[in-house]
């Protein structure tokens, strides 16, 4: 799972605010990246944290939006995404993540957690 891949999918979506962009995002980025097991929950979190937070942004619940999506994925990467909706202190700050704004509207970046 690469955090440009989820960026790049997940600033469509949010640029876009719709719910159904945002499904397809993350259905897109599971598909090329996000179905083989890795590292640790807080590497999988990570890749996460942009399409939880863009469903808020876009005044959907995550777990209500994204839970049917996430459903079809190994037990490994559910209980990711449950931890990632789950707590209010897994913030996308927390996880590394910005919203940053472009000439071509909001966009998210990563910077590597020192």
Same mark, same amino acid.
């Given at each position: ?87 209010? !202190? ?12 472009? !000439? !071509? ?10």
């Amino acid at each position: 799972m690469t955090p440009g891949l989820g960026a790049r999918e997940s600033t469509r979506a949010l640029r876009d605010g719709s719910p159904s962009a945002l499904r397809s995002a993350l259905e897109r980025w599971l598909a090329v990246s996000g179905r083989a097991p890795y590292g640790d929950q807080r590497d999988a979190m990570i890749g996460l944290a942009p399409f939880v937070d863009c469903a808020r942004r876009i005044g959907q619940d995550p777990g209500d939006l994204l839970g049917p999506v996430i459903a079809n994925c190994p037990p490994w990467l559910r209980q990711a995404f449950a931890a990632t909706i789950g707590y209010p !202190d897994v913030t996308l700050e927390a996880l590394g993540w910005t919203v940053v704004d472009t !000439d !071509d509207g909001p966009a998210y970046r990563f910077a590597w957690p020192e």
